[in-house]
């Protein structure tokens, strides 16, 4: 069993911020930032592109809510919603959750860094579009 089947099953204790019949909201044990939230389905999905539709937008709406409640409870100035998916993109567990990160200052410990275009986006597009 994965360690966040785990965390819903009960048997390994968290800091549980929101919790329904379908999914569960915990503090990061990491705290990247003052408030750092994992929001996830209780059933199992080893990444968001997994989920059946429905079920992955019900899971994002309850990050918006549970977004806007964060940022407003804590003072955040935003926040960033970061879905990881296959290790190769930084999922470290599998199993389908969304990092809640609350920001406070352009100083924070929170990093993004995006390169410049070297790609051909036609081409891109083409791929894409399966032409």
Same mark, same amino acid.
């Given at each position: 069993?994965?360690?966040?089947?785990?965390?819903?099953?009960?048997?390994?204790?968290?800091?549980?911020?929101?919790?329904?019949?379908?999914?569960?909201?915990?503090?990061?044990?990491?705290?990247?930032?003052?408030?750092?939230? @994992?929001?996830?389905?209780?059933?199992?999905?080893?990444?968001?592109?997994?989920?059946?539709?429905?079920?992955?937008?019900?899971?994002?709406?309850?990050?918006?809510?549970?977004?806007?409640?964060?940022?407003?409870?804590?003072?955040?100035?935003?926040?960033?919603?970061?879905?990881?998916?296959?290790?190769?993109?930084?999922?470290?567990?599998?199993?389908?959750?969304?990092?809640?990160?609350?920001?406070y200052?352009?100083?924070?410990?929170?990093?993004?860094?995006?390169?410049?275009?070297?790609?051909n986006?036609?081409?891109? @597009?083409?791929?894409?579009?399966?032409?």
């Amino acid at each position: 069993m994965c360690i966040f089947c785990e965390i819903v099953a009960g048997n390994i204790p968290s800091a549980k911020i929101y919790e329904d019949d379908s999914h569960l909201a915990i503090l990061d044990i990491s705290q990247t930032t003052y408030g750092h939230t @994992l929001v996830m389905p209780k059933k199992h999905y080893d990444n968001y592109l997994s989920m059946p539709k429905e079920e992955a937008q019900e899971l994002m709406g309850l990050v918006n809510e549970l977004g806007n409640r964060i940022i407003s409870s804590l003072d955040a100035k935003g926040c960033n919603i970061l879905i990881n998916t296959n290790e190769v993109a930084g999922q470290s567990v599998n199993h389908t959750h969304v990092h809640i990160i609350p920001r406070y200052s352009k100083d924070d410990t929170v990093r993004f860094t995006f390169s410049e275009n070297k790609y051909n986006l036609e081409e891109v @597009l083409n791929k894409i579009k399966g032409k």
